[in-house]
């Protein structure tokens, strides 16, 4: 099994800065990864797929890079819609599909 | 574009099963393959299984074999997921998710299930 680790667990933001978001992968995932946010009380959405490609209707200010093991979401500018969980998510070798434990973004 | 609803919260007793449904609209329940996530309280995403194109099988996380059964309704394009002998940490909710064109990510999601077991 594909163990992701994201980090860090939280991390804290002031309105307008820039977010650095990391995943790990235990192995080579290629760039089968995926990136979702999750608001509270609400189903994860998909922010990037292929660890780079935005998802329709997804803003401009979030991007992702990486491939093999080592993984960022970057969030350019952050607005107060973005403070959530972020998680990210193997399909390169499955079963299982794996995810991260997530990082939460929080308002400095 | 596809749509997921759910069925409504359930309250289930320790050693029970609970069948949770996700109606999709859009699309034919034949046109994607459908995956089950859950999501215990203040934890992350666990993958629990779904359906592989390639095998033409549902697929089950390891953890949950034995207990969980995901089948599909084509006449209604609903998918179903059972979970069975529920213990207190099977507490969570319960997400359906698409993977439309068999691509590896999930998009979308239903709005998800709460299931609570408690004596």
């Known amino acids: 099994e594909i163990v992701m680790t994201q980090s860090p667990a939280t991390l804290s933001v002031s309105p307008g800065e820039r977010a650095t978001l990391s995943c790990r992968a235990s192995?080579?995932?290629?760039?089968?990864l995926a990136w979702y946010q999750q608001k509270p009380g609400q189903a994860p959405r998909l922010l990037i797929y292929?660890?780079?490609t935005r998802a329709t209707g997804i803003p401009a200010r979030f991007s992702g890079s990486g491939s093999g093991t080592e993984f960022t979401l970057t969030i350019s500018s952050l607005q107060s819609e973005d403070f959530a969980v972020y998680y990210c998510?193997?399909?390169?070798?499955?079963?299982?599909?794996?995810f991260g434990q997530g990082t939460k973004v929080e308002i400095k | 574009q596809v749509q997921l609803v759910q069925s409504g919260a359930e309250v289930k007793k320790p050693g029970a099963s609970v069948k949770v449904s996700c109606k999709v609209s859009?699309?034919?329940?034949?046109?994607?393959?459908m995956h089950w996530v859950r999501q215990a309280p203040g934890k992350g995403l666990e993958w629990m299984g779904g359906?592989?194109?390639?095998?033409?099988?549902?697929i089950y996380a390891q953890k949950f074999q034995g207990r969980v059964t995901m089948t599909e309704d084509t006449s209604t394009d609903t998918a179903y997921m059972e979970l069975s002998s529920l213990r207190s940490e099977d507490t969570a909710v319960y997400y359906c998710?698409?993977?439309?064109?068999?691509?590896?990510?999930?998009?979308?999601w239903g709005q998800g299930t709460l299931v609570t077991v408690s004596s």
């Open positions: 998710a698409t993977d439309l064109f068999d691509y590896g990510w999930f998009d979308p």
């Open positions: 859009g699309y034919t329940l034949t046109e994607l393959s």
């Open positions: 359906f592989d194109p390639e095998d033409g099988e549902t």
């Open positions: 192995q080579s995932v290629s760039s089968n």
């Open positions: 292929g660890a780079s």
């Open positions: 998510q193997q399909y390169n070798n499955w079963p299982p599909r794996t």
